[in-house]
């Protein structure tokens, strides 16, 4: 027996071995891609189906991502966290959504016409809600404006309210001033009122000097037997 073919048997056989883990390899990469491009094509006619919807929703809305993405496990992806992808069995359509509690499944079924239902619907959910946040800005703006609206009455100083709003003797002053100089009208008005002002503005010494005049003339007229013969 030559000792050489026991030292080379070795070599051989892993060398044939890693030659057939290379070739299952290639063969599962190739099922890979079959199953993948499988996956792609039914959900590239799912978005078929959905383009008339894509097409209606408002192009200023840039929440919604209608796009089919390439990888691992293809997506159609509805918007950031919602999307259909394909089940297990290669044949079942899921349509899911990603939440704080974890992924739910929104809806999943052989047949792709109740999943075009329900991503209409979800699209058709998502667009009122965007519908009531607007109508609810807008009602939080108008209330904020009528609430920011100058009032008449309000934050008025004393003085503005007591030059609109007269006493009584200073109208009574007024009122006997227009019939004295038998004034009517805005005339009779606008004399009332400096009048009033004239009034108002005299100082004590003049309070006092009138008051004097007015003592001496009460004096001479109860006086006057006496001091006229």
């Not at 078929?48 to 919807?53: A, D, F, K």
């Not at 894509?54 to 993405?69: G, H, K, N, Q, T």
């Not at 709003?165 to 006997?176: R, V, Y």
């Not at 009122?193 to 010494?205: A, H, L, T």
Request: hydrophobic share 40%; proline share 5%.
């Amino acid at each position: 027996m030559d000792p050489n073919e026991d030292t080379a048997s070795p070599n051989t056989r892993l060398v044939d071995a890693v030659r057939q883990v290379k070739i299952a390899a290639a063969e599962r990469n190739d099922v890979v891609v079959d199953m993948k491009e499988a996956d792609r094509a039914r959900l590239d006619l799912l978005a078929q189906r959905l383009q008339p919807v894509f097409d209606e929703v408002p192009a200023d809305d840039e929440r919604f991502d209608f796009a089919l993405s390439s990888g691992l496990q293809p997506r159609l992806w509805i918007d950031a966290t919602a999307h259909v992808m394909m089940g297990r069995d290669r044949r079942t359509y899921r349509f899911v959504r990603d939440t704080r509690l974890g992924r739910i499944i929104l809806a999943e079924a052989v047949d792709a016409a109740p999943v075009v239902e329900a991503v209409t619907t979800y699209i058709a959910e998502r667009l009122h809600e965007r519908e009531m946040a607007f109508a609810a800005d807008e009602t939080v703006s108008y209330r904020a404006g009528v609430s920011q609206r100058p009032r008449v009455l309000e934050g008025r100083s004393d003085d503005a309210v007591e030059d609109h709003e007269p006493d009584a003797d200073t109208e009574s002053a007024g009122a006997a001033s227009i019939a004295d100089t038998g004034a009517g009208g805005p005339e009779g008005m606008a004399l009332s009122r400096r009048d009033r002002d004239s009034v108002r503005g005299m100082s004590p010494i003049g309070w006092f000097v009138l008051g004097l005049f007015v003592a001496c003339g009460v004096a001479i007229l109860y006086y006057r037997d006496v001091l006229i013969p």
